[in-house]
């Protein structure tokens, strides 16, 4: 393990750790008002380790939706992991099984974005640097998993303090964050207009399947465009 | 087990563990498989994000009170120019004044 690459790492890592560590407070806070104790909280951050995904399954557990509903939509959410690692695969090939397993386990947005920049950059994406940027996140949110879960314990109903809102309007700001793909306005209002529909008609949880299903069926018939596919990676822990 | 733990809270947080990892080997998985992704395939799975994201968003919007559509939209507004955590602010200032100031 070579220790500079490994600082250096910890060193790209640390604007992202700062980033990121209110989200894992807010991840903590909002699963103990959704009835999580504070240790599956941090066991959930521990093993899912993606912060939209985690507050997905957040949402879907207050409703007593299928558990394979749930697994299913946190599985949706990560799906554009299935891109990242795709897209990373020339720069990480060197690595042993191990180190592969372990580098995956903790692919994060940020992480993608930094290893490709690093790697199309020329420079070498060794073990080291790679894990280095992963820890100084990892470590991070789930001390602040904890954290954020205290606080939530303390509030109890959370909507006194308003903290139900900031749900939605976090997976506002990830959508958001996605408008420069292909026929992102298209496919936000094909799957938001299903989904309304979906969820007056068919119910709840099936109206997040439906909707998603429709926005990807349109942008599969879509003419298909260059765009900055899968770089734009969305803010997350 | 008792007051941390749940049998079946845990093995769902397992199984979303494993389907997580799924995702993250996946495209290695299959790159070293098949070479290139179809064009329409990768479009669909490029709209991904934004499609399942906005099924959470769309039916809370319309099914919320006006306390938390005004949230809603000020946050979206407030998009325009901040990112996620002014829009978090911007959204829960909101709620807080729709609640408590003006007693929607």
């Keep these: 393990m070579n220790k500079a690459d490994f600082f250096e790492g910890v060193r790209n890592g640390t604007p992202v750790f700062l980033s990121a560590a209110p989200f894992?407070?807010?991840?903590?806070?909002i699963a103990v008002a959704?009835?999580?104790?504070?240790?599956?909280?941090?066991?959930?951050?521990?093993?899912?380790f993606a912060g939209a995904s985690q507050l997905v399954g957040i949402e879907l557990f207050g409703q007593n939706i299928a558990p394979w509903v749930i697994v299913l939509s946190i599985f949706a959410v990560n799906f554009r992991h299935i891109l990242y690692?795709?897209?990373?695969t020339p720069f990480v090939r060197h690595f042993s099984?191990?180190?592969?397993?372990?580098?995956?386990?903790?692919?994060?947005?940020?992480?993608?974005?930094?290893?490709?920049?690093?790697?199309?950059?020329g420079r070498k994406v060794s073990f080291a640097w790679y894990i280095g940027f992963a820890l100084v996140i990892y470590i991070p949110w789930q001390v602040m998993t904890a954290l954020g879960g205290v606080?939530?314990?303390?509030?109890?109903?959370p909507k006194v303090i308003g903290i139900d809102v900031l749900l939605?309007?976090?997976f506002m700001a990830l959508v958001l964050g996605f408008r420069k793909r292909p026929n992102f306005l298209s496919v936000v209002a094909v799957s938001g207009a299903v989904s309304v529909i979906?969820?007056?008609?068919?119910?709840?949880?099936w109206h997040v399947s439906i909707g998603a299903l429709a926005g990807m069926a349109l942008a599969a018939v879509l003419p298909v465009k260059r765009g900055p596919a899968s770089r734009d990676a969305a803010r997350e822990g | 087990m008792g007051a941390f733990f749940h049998a079946d809270m845990i093995a769902i947080i397992l199984a979303g563990a494993v389907a997580t990892f799924l995702t993250r080997i996946?495209?290695?998985?299959?790159v070293m498989r098949m070479k290139t992704i179809p064009p329409r395939l990768e479009a669909a799975l490029n709209a991904v994000p934004a499609a399942v994201l906005t099924t959470l968003v769309a039916p809370a919007f319309f099914t919320g009170g006006p306390d938390v559509q005004v949230a809603m939209a000020a946050a979206l507004i407030a998009s325009l120019r901040f990112s996620v955590l002014p829009m978090l602010a911007i959204g829960w200032c909101a709620v807080m004044l729709m609640r408590y100031a003006l007693g929607v």
């Design chain 1, 34 to 48: 959704n009835g999580q104790t504070i240790a599956e909280a941090v066991l959930m951050s521990m093993t899912i």
């Design chain 1, 97 to 121: 099984p191990a180190e592969k397993f372990f580098a995956f386990f903790v692919l994060t947005d940020p992480q993608f974005a930094e290893t490709l920049r690093r790697g199309e950059s």
């Design chain 1, 151 to 157: 606080f939530g314990q303390l509030i109890g109903d």
């Design chain 1, 168 to 170: 939605p309007i976090y």
């Design chain 1, 85 to 88: 690692s795709a897209a990373m």
């Design chain 1, 198 to 205: 979906a969820y007056h008609t068919v119910g709840s949880p």
């Design chain 1, 24 to 29: 894992g407070a807010l991840f903590g806070a």
């Design chain 2, 26 to 30: 996946g495209g290695y998985w299959l």
